[in-house]
């Protein structure tokens, strides 16, 4: 991510797959430490994360579900409202 500034808020849908799954969505700085965690969010649900996040240059967002979906055609939207730094 080559933005800098701070994320106002995060939205997140995890689809209903036929199995159980949930997704955590994990933010890295430049050095790998973890700088955000949103816990793990529960299938078929949006989420709206307030946050007051500052991001670090090079930052990396990560998905991690666990589980196996089971099922094709879905997919995870993580979306992000930005403040220019």
Known sequence: MGFI??????????PDWTNTVTGTLTMEDVDGYEI????????????????????PANSKV????????????ENVVVTFLLREK
């Open 62 to 73: 990560i998905f991690t579900l666990s589980g196996v979906p089971e099922r094709s055609g």
């Open 36 to 55: 955000y965690s949103s816990g793990a969010k529960d299938q078929n649900a949006n989420y709206n994360i307030d946050r007051e996040q500052l991001v």
């Open 5 to 14: 500034g701070k994320i106002e808020q995060i939205h997140l849908r995890v």
